[in-house]
């Protein structure tokens, strides 16, 4: 639905690779982040949590919450990008650059999304939260996805992409590395 | 009969500025059933989690055979005073049946076993089983995917087949199949002894087990204390004065 509303507003104006790079990670980004609110929110909710803390490591509920986001937002990648690439007219330049900027992204997106889920959900006032702690690990990710799918479409050299995709990976590595070293913490209190 | 042995020593839990409980000492052993009795509001289902992991200790430490599952830093909180009007702890009614094994009221510091938290951690996992009317269940799943999918964070794998049996001596026999979120409160409550038992841990946490049963779950609940003897321990929270006859010992938590 984002992305046929962004598609019909911008249906007579010709948009910027730089602008669709934007509007592509948009959407890319409210699909990542609608759900933050099925993974480890939804356990403190459900009351299911606890169950979890008895039979489970807590590495291992981490690794299963970022694999489930990792593959909700894959999955919806399968609809959206297509439509993206329909309704907001992107012609891609360098497919390998944008292919790999897509997966390299949505592998960081699922990996932040699923820490700031985390916390969250151990906070008391979750909306209010959701924001303020997703912001400092997902701004960076988000920056560096946009260059990568610009350089995809062709508004930015070659090099940048492959320098965001870097970058990227470093930032998924050192905020996964973070979440499991953390997560006991937050998991258990 | 397992040789197993809990220990806490100068327990305490608080929220906020209130004391649920404090100064608490156990020394369990292998075979032994303990009542934990007292008022609504009185600690006994904070005890049971505290005792399993769910919430950590604010003051004081736990350890089974010596494997220290959680412990606070005496630093942190100033140690408590017997004579503290909100050390919320009552003397035991009974004496404990036998030496060195009970509850006790003890001024003695507490000397705990440093040790890796997360050895702690996998200790806690595989040796406590806790059910409590509290512990929500995946109400849409059935209740044979419930108990895989707990069986499998268990690391254990098991077949439906396997399920199924657990279903039954549980007394859910042909409702098993069905989503959790159609069960009964007693069924509900029958699937999560047959969860907190799945892994057959030493120790066994049962909190308010008899909540919504019928005198068939009863039955139930009175053959898993057997085997329970049997495996190891049991602490039984209720203020129902007819389920006191479970423990060999009760230990009353005051408000």
Redesign the interface.
Known sequence: MTVVAMGLATANSALTPEGQAGLLWVALVFAGVTGLARGFVLEEEQGTADLLRLAARPSAALAGKMLFHGALLLASEVILIPLSLLFLGIHVEDWLIFCVGIINGSIGLAVCVTISGALVARAGSRGSLVGVLSLPVLVPMIAMAVSTTKAGLGAAAATIGWQGNVGMLGWTIAIGAAGFWLFDAIWKE | MVSIRLQASGLGRRFGARWVFRQLDLNLAGGSVLVVSGANGSGKSTLLKVL?????ATEGSIDIDNVVLGSSSADVWPSADPKDPNTGIRPHPNPPPQAGEGVKESPQAREAVKES??AG??VS?NM???TSP??????ALTGIENYRF?AK??GQSTTVTQAEEAMDRAGLGGRGHDRVDTYSTGMKQRLRLA?ATQHQPPILLLDEPTAGMDDAGRKVLDGILDDQRRRGIALFATNDTNEYRYGDARLHLGV
């Open positions: 399993s992991g769910l919430l950590p938290p997360q951690e996998g996992r406590i089983g806790l509290e512990l929500a269940l995946y109400g707990l964070l268990r969860l």
